[in-house]
């Protein structure tokens, strides 16, 4: 039926992390290489791969095979379609649409909307409930100052998370506009500090940089992101990865923006009447703006 889909498959970076415990010690060093450089460690030949993590090329296929690959080529394989899939851009989609029937507008947007009813379940499965409550916990100590940041498209999500945000805590920045000016931000960055990520596919080398350059002067950071993850996982304490695919030429940012006003949510109920109070005070100070009189019209 349209809309049904399985669930998105786990990347390799997932499988290899469920893996480590029941790793010998050369095929964990292998997998380290894999997670530090990932995904372009992978691409390597088997004998280079073996020769950055300090082991034999056997640790590596065994490595591989523990993955469930019958080969290293076969491990090349799907880490190629991944990388691909990460890549994927709106002119991508209107080629690989050109063989497809045409559908009225009407069956389009049904099944978008059918598809983002199975994507919102999709990331209630992705999403570790463990990071929910550790990232809820960040949130909830009003103590710490919270940075959002996002890129060109997701940094709207990032800034609507932020105005949510203000509403139940104080110290909130959403750090948007000219990247010359983020340079900024980063002075008041510190070991204090939580910055929330949003990084998407076709990742952005600017949001990296600011992310790196943040867990450097000690920040924590949380990144939500797709399934196949940023780059900025090396250096985030929390990961939440949300579907992003639709059927549409663009990327999904709906589950995103869910996932945003549940952390939300959560972080509201867990300061309790904090929170409330702080609501209360603001549709306070909001009503003379609401009741202000229009300024008489002059001729």
């Not at 791969?49 to 090329?57: E, M, W, Y």
């Not at 851009?89 to 049904?110: C, I, K």
């Not at 549409?248 to 939300?264: C, F, G, K, R, T």
Request: proline share 6%; aromatic share 6%; charged share 25%.
């Amino acid at each position: 039926m349209p809309g049904e889909r399985e669930l998105t498959q786990t990347t390799l970076a997932e499988r290899i992390r469920a893996r480590l415990p029941e790793l010998t010690k050369a095929e964990r060093r292998v997998a380290h290489v894999l997670l530090g450089r990932y995904p372009l460690a992978g691409l390597e030949t088997v004998q280079a791969l073996a020769r950055r993590a300090g082991v034999s090329t056997a640790s590596v296929l065994r490595f591989t095979g523990k993955l469930g690959f019958a080969s290293y080529t076969a491990f090349q394989g799907e880490l190629r379609e991944q990388l691909a899939a990460t890549l994927q851009s709106p002119l991508t989609r209107y080629r690989e649409d050109d063989g497809e029937p045409a559908v009225g507008n009407a069956g389009l947007v049904r099944r978008h909307l059918e598809e983002s009813r199975a994507a919102l379940a999709e990331a209630e499965a992705l999403v570790v409930g463990s990071e929910i409550e550790a990232t809820v916990g960040l949130l909830a100590d009003t103590r710490r100052p919270v940075y959002l940041l996002g890129g060109r498209y997701s940094g709207n999500v990032a800034g609507y998370m932020a105005d949510l945000l203000r509403g139940v805590r104080p110290h909130i920045v959403h750090v948007d506009g000219q990247t010359q000016k983020w340079a900024d931000h980063l002075l008041d960055i510190g070991r204090r500090t939580v910055l929330v990520c949003f990084d998407f596919r076709r990742y952005q080398p600017d949001v990296l940089t600011f992310a790196e350059r943040a867990a450097k002067r000690g920040a924590r950071i949380v990144l939500i992101t797709d399934p196949w993850h940023s780059a900025i996982e090396r250096v985030a304490s929390h990961v939440l990865p949300v579907p992003v695919a639709s059927p549409s030429i663009y990327d999904s940012l709906a589950p995103a923006v869910a996932l945003a006003e549940a952390l939300v949510g959560a972080l509201a109920r867990r300061l309790g009447d904090r929170a409330r109070s702080r609501i209360e005070a603001q549709e306070e100070l909001r009503q003379p703006f609401r009741s202000a009189p229009a300024e008489p019209h002059k001729p």
